[in-house]
């Protein structure tokens, strides 16, 4: 596609269901990032995957987050027991390759995650 | 652990001024910088990239510096219009272990009145 697209844009639950977000990244970019965007601050970093392995997970909060990129493209965040204070907006980017060269992010449009 | 400063936290200027973003951060052991414009409700898009061996960048109006030994970067917005309102946040790629995430400023809240 001509973007990083992100399904869906807006997504209400209550408190402890499970919810997956989905990102499909630009045609050919081997890295994909997930960051998560608390209102008035900026991205935060939770996750990033060079093909289909999880490169550097350490800004996933807790055990009840977790993401998989399976054939290497689209990616998919999954929250389970989804609590109010994971109310954000999570923004999927992603770039050419982790090593050597310019690659610059090119970000999504976000999933705006409400929890009720 | 890399911390990113951005001041000021709002800007409110009249159309036509020259202004000045600016961006610290605390580990200069850096990568490359991004500064980026995020419009209300929407995503990021990137404005200006810098590599750590770079000193500045520019895109139309729009100039970034880099003075990675100081930890700052100024991204200059030359004839404000109307249209440049929006937070401009800043970013920057660590090297080493941390290699593929970006580190973000907590943004600049920008409005140019007509």
């Known amino acids: 596609g001509a973007g990083v697209s992100q399904t869906p844009s807006n997504k209400v639950t209550e408190k402890g269901k499970y919810v997956e977000l989905r990102c499909d990244p630009i045609s050919g970019h081997t890295a994909l990032y997930w960051y998560r965007q608390s209102l008035g601050q900026g991205p935060e970093f939770l996750i990033y995957?060079?093909?289909?392995?999880?490169?550097?997970d350490s800004g996933l909060p807790n055990d009840r987050f977790f993401a998989v990129r399976p054939e290497g493209s689209v990616s998919t965040l999954k929250i389970q027991r989804t609590e109010r204070g994971d109310s954000a907006v999570y923004l999927c980017a992603s770039s050419l390759r982790i090593g050597g060269g310019i690659h610059e992010q090119f970000f999504g449009p976000g999933t705006r995650l409400t929890v009720l | 652990k890399q911390e990113v400063t951005q001041i000021p936290a709002a800007l409110s200027v009249p159309e036509g001024e020259n202004l000045v973003l600016n961006c610290s951060f605390t580990d200069s052991a850096i990568y490359n910088l991004q500064w980026f414009r995020q419009d209300p409700g929407k995503g990021l898009t990137s404005l200006l990239l810098?590599?750590?061996?770079?000193r500045e960048q520019t895109s139309g109006r729009l100039n970034a510096s880099l003075d990675k030994s100081s930890g700052r970067s100024t991204l200059y917005i030359a004839a404000s219009q109307p249209g440049d309102s929006a937070t401009y946040l800043c970013a920057v790629r660590a090297g080493g272990t941390s290699y593929g995430k970006l580190t973000f400023g907590q943004g600049t809240i920008l409005t140019v009145h007509p």
């Open positions: 995957f060079q093909g289909t392995g999880a490169a550097d």
């Open positions: 810098i590599q750590s061996s770079q």
